[in-house]
């Protein structure tokens, strides 16, 4: 059995906290350290933290740069082997623990992902997600997602990067699964549904509030991975990633094609 450390950097979203938090304690794998990191919420989400103190490891108050900043302050506190990371406004699934480390023991690699189901605010089934081989080349040709909800990793591999880069503001996840393979990290897919993806009206996918930022940001992680600017041959190479993409998982398709996207759908 292997300590497991969860951060759940919480700012304004009492509305689904408690269902967050509660997803976390529910949890039946026996050596879960619980991290939430509040910067300053206004909206009485501080008071169900409060009410939830006595089954969390540790409450970080402090103010921070953004979500990057307040994930690698909740990290800095954690002392498990296995790390992963919730929003405060999804969940986890009965048994992803559990299965998450159960993976991570089994097999020689440092990054785990399963798949989500996308839930609406009142936590009704929308469609399923389904992470996918991860590729830094399919990553940046946009053709690669991993369920950030639904991935757990190793310390060592979290360090070896030095945490999540503060500047990003919109994609942090992305780009610590980008700096995890180019430090080394091994990557592997489980097939089981380990979380609840929540669309929102607020919620950055539903939104699109952050697209922008998101395009800068995914440019400056192509420079990384390939170490040139975009050109003009990209657009359609990205094309075929996205066609090769959709190919290999099936019914990753059928739900796109049936249920339709999930980036900038409105629950």
């Given at each position: ?35 939430v990191v509040d910067p ?51 969940v986890l699934l009965p ?113 699109k509030k952050l697209r ?56």
């Amino acid at each position: 059995m292997r300590k497991i450390s969860i951060v759940t950097i919480s700012f304004n979203q009492a509305e689904f906290l408690e269902r967050a938090i509660c997803s976390v304690l529910e949890q039946d794998h026996s050596d879960i350290e619980y991290i939430v990191v509040d910067p300053g919420s206004t909206d009485g989400s501080r008071d169900i933290i409060e009410r939830y103190r006595s089954c969390i490891s540790s409450v970080v108050y402090e103010p921070d740069r953004g979500p990057a900043d307040g994930l690698n302050k909740g990290f800095a506190r954690a002392a498990g082997d296995i790390l992963g990371f919730l929003n405060s406004d999804d969940v986890l699934l009965p048994g992803a623990i559990r299965s998450a480390v159960a993976f991570l023991n089994s097999n020689d690699v440092d990054v785990v992902s399963a798949h989500a189901t996308v839930i609406d605010a009142q936590d009704r089934h929308l469609r399923m997600a389904y992470s996918e081989p991860f590729s830094l080349k399919m990553f940046a040709y946009g053709a690669c997602v991993l369920l950030q909800p639904s991935t757990f990793f190793r310390r060592e591999a979290f360090d070896r990067v030095q945490g999540f880069n503060v500047e990003n503001k919109a994609t942090w996840d992305g780009e610590l699964w980008v700096d995890m393979a180019l430090s080394g990290a091994r990557f592997a897919l489980a097939d089981g549904v380990w979380s609840g993806f929540r669309l929102h009206t607020q919620s950055i996918t539903s939104s699109k509030k952050l697209r922008q930022q998101e395009q800068k940001d995914f440019q400056r992680m192509f420079r990384k991975i390939l170490g040139r600017d975009r050109r003009g041959i990209d657009q359609l190479v990205a094309q075929a990633c996205r066609v090769r993409k959709h190919l290999r998982s099936p019914r990753a398709l059928y739900e796109r094609v049936v249920r339709g996207p999930i980036s900038g759908r409105v629950a």
